[in-house]
């Protein structure tokens, strides 16, 4: 068991509605990423958090927001949501981000589907 | 093009035997680290061994070890003697870079279904 914890596990919600997915980071990790894995595809990078700034984003449009707090717990909020935003969404911790042999710590995973 | 490519089917391998999971990769950065994970079918990305750019041997965890080849952009990862909790889905991934500011996204291939065989 990694530390990292998400919640919920799974959600349904309507197209259009807005969610927020929850992640606590392992203790002593400053740095959340978060990555949404679609069915029967690899992980893609949404964006990262350090320290409460974010510190990096792929390629998501701006209704995937996030946040972190001063704990290092995260959030990531999605908006007008899609049929296409149906997905494991994944939260990883990392000791720092810069770093290129540190491995990322994941969470079990939020499973949402839109409907 | 592809940074991660993992381009094997579904591989399957009987119990207590060994098996090579391919992934090549694509940077111009001299300094990358390149990650395994294990994803069973609860969901959780389960991290398993780690090779660096610089590392002149090639990583091993228990079961696991890398065959690095650097100038061919390869890292396959070796599970040897098999156990029916293998059976997963298994990413290869990468992260680039050591630069200041950098963020340390990893950028994953779409993966490799190992089954094991009793």
């Known amino acids: 068991e990694t530390g990292v914890t998400q919640s919920p596990t799974h959600l349904i919600k309507t197209r259009g509605q807005q969610v927020t997915l929850r992640c606590s980071s392992q203790?002593?990790?400053?740095?959340v990423s978060w990555y949404q894995q679609a069915l029967g595809q690899g992980p893609q990078f949404i964006f990262q958090?350090?320290?409460?700034?974010?510190?990096g984003r792929g390629n998501f449009p701006p209704r995937f927001s996030g946040l972190q707090f001063p704990n290092y717990s995260s959030e990531l909020n999605v908006n007008a949501l899609e049929l296409d935003d149906s997905a494991l969404y994944l939260c990883a911790s990392s000791l720092d981000p810069t770093g290129a042999n540190t491995e990322a710590f994941f969470g079990q995973g939020t499973r949402l589907t839109v409907v | 093009a592809q940074k991660i490519t993992q381009t094997q089917p579904g591989m399957f391998v009987q119990e207590k035997e060994a098996v090579t999971l391919d992934c090549t990769y694509d940077?111009?950065?001299?300094?990358?680290?390149l990650f395994w994970y294990k994803q069973p079918s609860s969901g959780e990305m389960i991290f398993l061994i780690y090779q660096g750019s610089y590392d002149e041997q090639n990583a091993t965890e228990g079961r696991y070890s890398l065959n690095f080849q650097k100038a061919r952009k390869s890292t396959n990862l070796v599970i040897s003697a098999s156990q029916l909790g293998d059976s997963a889905m298994y990413f290869c991934?990468?992260?680039?870079?050591?630069?200041?500011?950098?963020?340390?996204?990893?950028?994953f291939g779409k993966g490799i279904t190992l089954s094991v065989r009793p």
């Open positions: 940077t111009s950065d001299q300094s990358y680290g």
């Open positions: 958090y350090y320290r409460e700034e974010e510190n």
């Open positions: 203790s002593g990790h400053n740095t």
């Open positions: 991934a990468m992260r680039e870079g050591k630069r200041s500011g950098a963020n340390s996204k990893l950028t």
